[in-house]
């Protein structure tokens, strides 16, 4: 993991906005690449006024989140169930997670493509499900892209109260983009991540049990 973490680092730093996108429509797919060690960083080298503006980075990871979920829903509208069910697991996409996406998309439908670009492991699975009930896909746009910039712009801002805190030393390395020390840099991100975890799972709380009440009301 540490060899991929400096891997995607470089390539946020050498490769900027191109970076970005690739390494957010990765994680929009079916590739483990956690998008809270993409954004932070990306966001506090736009913020010491490189290449990048930490705007650019927003937009950029929200395109990137947005062609990654496109692609993973026509390949599932294309192939269908059967065949993502029976193959899905020489992708990393085992039958059980493939179905706990789909049980979370039947009950929550749109409002779930939303709220599932906050949630880790469906996250990246529910373009799967959206795909194969043959979602409209504009639909599945505008709602994945809305959640995907809002998630986005909160790893930005995370990015940079990491980087007013970093020592001088790591923020020269940083800039240089060699002898950085990803260890103390991760350490730093989920220090700073906790005050956005515990939003993010008040929030969701709170939708799924609306979501509830009402529909007990309908029942």
């Known amino acids: 993991m540490q060899s991929l973490i ?19 429509a990765m994680e929009s797919s079916i590739f483990p690449v956690p998008s809270e060690l993409v954004i932070p960083p990306a966001a506090i080298l736009a ?17 990137g989140s947005w062609l990654g979920s496109a692609i993973t829903y026509w390949v599932a509208l294309v192939v269908g169930r059967p065949v993502v069910m029976k193959f899905g697991k020489y992708f990393l996409l085992p039958s059980d997670k493939v179905e ?18 906050l949630l880790p492991v469906i996250r990246h699975l529910i373009s799967i499900p959206a795909g ?3 979602m409209g896909f504009l639909k599945f746009s505008i709602l ?18 990491v980087g007013a805190k970093l020592p001088a030393s790591q923020m020269l390395a ?7 020390d990803l260890t103390h840099l991760i350490h730093a991100v989920k220090h700073e991540a906790i005050w956005i975890v515990g939003v993010v799972v008040a929030i969701c709380i709170l939708y ?4 509830r009440l009402t529909g007990s009301k309908n029942s």
Do not use: P
């Not at 913020?47 to 395109?63: P, W």
């Not at 706990?100 to 670009?117: L, P, Q, S, V």
């Open 174 to 180: 940083l800039q240089k983009g060699d002898g950085v």
């Open 144 to 161: 994945t892209i809305v959640g995907a910039a809002i998630w986005c712009w909160v790893l930005a801002v995370l990015g940079q109260k």
């Open 132 to 134: 194969m009930i043959r």
């Open 47 to 63: 913020a010491q006024g490189g290449k990048m503006s930490v705007l650019g980075v927003i937009i950029a990871g929200t395109f």
């Open 6 to 24: 400096e891997i995607w680092f470089r390539w946020v730093h050498e490769w900027g906005y191109g970076g970005v996108v690739i390494l957010m």
């Open 208 to 211: 799924f049990v609306m979501q």
């Open 100 to 117: 706990r996406a789909e049980r979370f998309m039947h009950r929550y439908e749109g409002g779930g493509i939303f709220f599932a670009r």
